[in-house]
Each structure stands twice: as C-alpha cells, then as structure tokens.
C-alpha cells in the first residue's frame, strides 16, 4: 500500500499518529484546515508532521474548508439567528479563505436575512414603540452580525405588524 509506505522510517510513526489524531478530532467536531493544523501542532507534532497529516485528510475527503463553512454558516443561521456580517467574522478567524466564506453566505438571500432578522425580534418580544427600544433591537440585531439597512428594515417590519 503506497500509504504505508510513504510512512516508514523513524518519522512514520509520527506521521501516521498525527493523521489517526487529525481523523479522531474531525469525527468528534467538523473543523477547519486551519483549525485543525494549529490544534495538531499543540499536540507536540511538527511542521511536517501536521502538513503531511492535513494533505491525507483533505485528499481521503474527511477535511473540507468549503464543507466546513458551508455547515457552520448554517448552523448559526438557524440554530442562534446569527447574521451573515458575523458568520463572516468568526469564520475568518478560523482560517478560512475569503472566497470559501462568501461561497458559504452566498446562498442566504435578502428575504431569508430580513426573516430571520424578523423573527428574533418577535421572539425577544419587546415592543419597539420607542426610540430607546428601536435603538436597543438594532445594537441587538447588529451584534448577531446583520448589516445596518437590515436591521432598520426588520425593525420597520416589526414596528409595522406589531401596528
């Protein structure tokens, strides 16, 4: 097997460690390239070691930075309401490149954004009959990562069916 041999030597056994190690935390928790390879490294593997270990996970399919984004953005969409501003934040923190971030949000539209926006007000069940409570819904719904013209709209809307 072509695997087995490209892990022989005093190294091999390493290598071979760091990718069982990689696998075990990807079954355990969906993570990033990046993610993964900073959480190798504290484990005491080397450079090579989490390189080579990251290259067989990403070939075998078990790591997958699109997939990764692509699962997270949905599951903080729907599972905590967040925003597209905020999934983007967190998720380059993690390490993933720019253009696998906007193919993640890419298919969160306007219309899903101001309905989830919507419906978060309606759950906090605060009456936005004045400045200070429209002012509060907006730093609410800005720090869950929707853009400014958003929120004003979701508030507008809520004002509106609550009318």
């Not at 460690?17 to 928790?29: D, H, I, K, P, V």
């Not at 997958?64 to 984004?69: E, I, Q, V």
């Not at 719904?141 to 709209?153: A, I, K, N, V, W």
Request: charged share 35%; proline share 2%; no cysteine.
């Amino acid at each position: 097997m072509a695997g087995a041999e490209s892990q022989a030597g005093p190294n091999g056994d390493r290598s071979r460690e760091a990718f069982e190690q990689g696998l075990a935390a990807l079954r355990r928790r969906e993570r990033g390239t990046a993610e993964l390879a900073e959480w190798l490294a504290a484990r005491g593997f080397d450079q090579a070691e989490v390189g080579g270990a990251i290259a067989r996970l990403t070939e075998v399919g078990e790591l997958d930075d699109l997939r990764f984004a692509t699962r997270f953005a949905e599951d903080k969409r729907e599972l905590r309401g967040w925003g597209p501003e905020r999934i983007r934040e967190v998720l380059a923190g993690r390490g993933i490149a720019p253009e696998l971030i906007e193919a993640a949000l890419g298919t969160d539209g306007h219309a899903e954004q101001l309905a989830r926006a919507s419906a978060l007000l309606a759950r906090r069940g605060e009456a936005l009959a004045t400045d200070a409570a429209r002012s509060r819904a907006l730093a609410f719904l800005t720090r869950r990562g929707y853009d400014l013209e958003l929120s004003y709209e979701a508030i507008r809307r809520s004002s509106r069916e609550a009318a």
